[in-house]
């Protein structure tokens, strides 16, 4: 059971990962690679703790 939960976590933080980079275009970030990788890769600390990352987030996971 324990497996099962680590795997969706992997899978949803993937996820998020990937449509937070696919998304990037349409925040109101800067758009170096260097903001991107870091913005895909701690999303959920990020999303979290700052409710301006939260707002650009739902941005990018609308398209």
């Known amino acids: 059971m324990g497996t099962l939960i680590v795997i969706g976590l992997i899978g949803v933080y993937g996820g998020g990962v990937w449509k937070f980079w696919n998304g990037f275009g349409r925040t109101n970030f800067n758009p170096t690679l260097t903001n991107r990788i870091g913005l895909s890769l ?4 990020l999303f979290i703790t700052n409710q301006s990352y939260r707002r650009n987030f739902r941005k990018a996971l609308k398209g």
């Open 42 to 45: 701690l999303w959920p600390a």
